[in-house]
């Protein structure tokens, strides 16, 4: 199972024993020019992500593994996992599959059918076919993500505070299944004890020192394990009047009326 998210948007994978998803996984990612996306797209506003926490974010790992685009290097990928054989521009194991994708994401979101447009054309050279079926918002949120119903690959965004711990997405414990009735947010079926452990652990951790050096790890884990594959952030735009002074926005998702008491009206 493939997700492909939103911080802005993301991408998870699920294949048949964890080489072969994690093999999957870095080809898709290094098979997408993140940066000429954002430059297509939003003019460049909207920076690429490498991991699911905010550069903004004190917690933010600066070094972090990242994915530069690398077309030669997926290419690679995909001829090690078998994927080795190509007819009509599309790649082939030995017996026979071809390497076919459904894309799903949100009907009607123009900003989203894009994004899938340009993932489909930066796959599409590397012999990665993609059809794209999108849903009604409340179908596709209502019933196939929130049941993991999705084939392999959907496409949505959340919105999220500082030092936000990603309990939902991430812990084991917050994958839906119909014993829980559905519950929880790890639509991808993530699972690694590790990361259990410090988010767990990030939660009750009261020394800050302390709780950087989980989120780093639990952000080098991430980018090892690729849960999902962040596409960008999304940046919002702020409008207001030219006589109003000293706003300025806070960067995420708490608003800018936390600083209300420093605005000032121009005379």
Not at 59 to 67: E, G, L, S
Not at 134 to 145: D, I, K, L, M, S
Not at 224 to 237: C, H, K, M, T, V
Request: charged share 20%; proline share 7%; net charge negative.
């Amino acid at each position: 199972r493939t997700v492909l998210f939103g911080l802005g948007g993301a991408l998870v994978l699920g294949c048949a024993g964890a080489a072969g998803r994690l093999s999957m996984g870095y080809a898709l990612v290094l098979g997408i020019d993140r940066e000429a996306l954002s430059q297509q797209l939003f003019a460049g506003r909207q920076p690429v992500a490498d991991t699911s926490i905010n550069p903004l974010d004190w917690v933010y790992d600066q070094n972090v593994p990242k994915y530069a685009y690398d077309p030669i290097a997926a290419a690679s990928l995909l001829d090690e996992a078998g994927w080795n054989v190509m007819h009509d521009g599309v790649r082939h194991n030995a017996q026979g599959e071809a390497l076919r994708f459904t894309l799903m994401t949100t009907a009607g979101n123009r900003t989203r059918e894009l994004v899938e447009q340009v993932l489909q054309s930066m796959w599409k050279p590397l012999g990665i076919a993609v059809s794209i079926k999108n849903e009604p918002a409340r179908v596709f949120f209502g019933q196939t993500v929130s049941r993991r119903a999705f084939p392999h690959m959907a496409m949505f965004a959340w919105i999220s505070p500082p030092e936000n711990v990603p309990r939902s997405t991430l812990h084991s414990d917050e994958i839906p299944s119909e014993a829980n009735g559905w519950s929880g947010q790890n639509y991808t079926g993530y699972a690694n004890p590790r990361m259990d452990e410090l988010i767990d652990a990030i939660e009750v951790e009261l020394d800050r020192p302390a709780r950087a050096k989980m989120w780093h790890e639990l952000q080098r884990i991430y980018a090892e394990d690729l849960p999902a594959i962040p596409l960008y952030f999304r940046s919002d735009a702020h409008i207001w009047p030219r006589w109003l002074k000293n706003i300025t926005p806070t960067g995420h998702l708490a608003p800018v009326t936390l600083q209300v008491e420093d605005w000032r009206v121009e005379e």
